[in-house]
């Protein structure tokens, strides 16, 4: 194996140089393992070290269970108590001029992901000039839920400490501190929209970049307590990071399955993400889309954000016993006299997947679209985009699909499987284009406007991407208005 050494704030790491002259560090800690006294602690900075520390293997993963029934990307789970770690990827640890960094945070609804996941290798982003980390963090209970006796959001701190150890480091891999662009999928495109809410992390990216981004609604401490009280009542178990510490790993996720469970019990609390983000008043100002749609968040961070058409259609419906569809959109947020336009207006829809229609929309697009929106009437700079390519594999263009298009990496582990034989390279070199241009030039290419309140300009990601005026205005007035 061809190595390399470079020497970070805490110590020496050995990477490795790969075939086509790129480098990778993999598993580097930016915090300390979160076990004893740590395991429900705000991040703290690692041990420095003074022998080289190797750095060829991804480091342990917060997630232990397979999740590859509710998930197309491969997500290794590699065990350890070391998970707040990060990868760096860079084409040239000293190149002529610092590169472009772009920080990936990965998705998993905020109780599963894996930053090992070979759908997030760096290696086309290098060949383009632009430096990516990607980095591990706190899951569920550990990473979530409000204990009475620890802080709030630790996954959230987490995310923060990886950012700053990019701010202190990123220099020694042949990238710029300066120019960072923070990016994730899913539960990662809502941790970057988390954290253009977050006071503490400004100054730590210049540019965002959000995918399928999903956040907690409700969103306050109300609903935090509220899940705490009923991981108690569910499991006898009480809420503090005393009773929790000495816990394995299997012994507290069977007390998050439990949490996460069906149940009336649960009114109140959000039909998903009960574990995730939440305004806690402190880290968290206010409740996130609050913040970006009516408040200054992130007001002079350009941000790219968009979703695929139809992330979540596959979900099944309730059935002919289940209840009906105007009951489950009123538990989705949609006024009971919208329950009937959003069957006519999803007409084109088979009937059997209205309800994820539904999870889509409610989850991912009028969100996002509501935060397009808000920043465009303040002219802020923002572009908007619809992922519309249907993969052969299940005639949609289903959550997380777009991912390999994004990296360039349709040879890659399960893409065929997610996107069928002969993924079109073209669609895969325009997206990953357009993303090399924001992270490099904070702008995504001259043949994709900014997303304004004249015209609502947004990029149609298909076989033959395009420009198209205003086409989610179904969502925006289902949905928005």
Known sequence: MNTALVDTAGGPVRGERRADGSLRFLGIPYAQPPVGALRFAAPVPPEPWTEPLDATAYGPTAQRRPFADVTTIPEPSVPGDGVLNLNVFTPDTAPEAPLPVLVWIHGGGYVAGSAASPWYDGSAFNRDGVALVSLGYRLGIEGFLHLDDAPDNRGVRDWIAALEWVRDNIARFGGDPARVTVAGQSAGGGAVQTLLAVPAARGLFRAALSVSGAVMRPDGPEVARAASRLFTARTGVPATA???????????????????????????????????????????????????????????????LGFTAHEFNAVPGPGPDGPPLPVLLGGLGLAPDRAAAFADSYAD?????????????????????????????????????????????????????????????????????????????????????????????????????????????????????????????????????
């Open 242 to 304: 005393e009773a929790l510490r000495e816990l394995g790993s299997e012994e507290l996720l069977d007390l998050q399955d439990r949490l996460g469970a069906p149940g009336p019990d649960r009114e109140g609390l959000p039909p998903m993400l009960s574990l995730a983000p939440f305004a806690d008043g402190e880290l968290i100002p206010e409740a996130v889309l609050d913040a970006l749609t009516a408040g200054e968040a992130g007001a002079d961070v350009p941000l790219m």
């Open 349 to 481: 829809v088979d009937p059997d997947r209205l309800f994820g229609q539904a999870l889509t929309d409610a989850t991912f697009r009028a969100p996002s679209l509501a935060v397009a929106d808000a920043r465009a009437a303040r002219e802020r700079p923002t572009w908007l985009y619809e992922f519309t390519w249907e993969s052969p594999a299940d005639g949609t263009a289903f959550h997380c699909l777009d991912l390999p298009f994004a990296f360039d990496l349709l040879d890659a582990e399960g893409v065929t499987a997610a996107a069928g034989d002969h993924p079109p390279q073209a669609l895969a070199d325009a997206v990953h284009g357009a993303w090399v241009s924001f992270v490099r030039d904070l702008d995504p290419g001259a043949d994709w406007p900014r997303y304004t309140a004249a015209d609502r300009a947004t990029m149609v990601w298909d076989v033959e991407p395009h420009v198209a005026h205003d086409p989610l205005h179904r969502v925006r007035a289902l949905w928005n208005e």
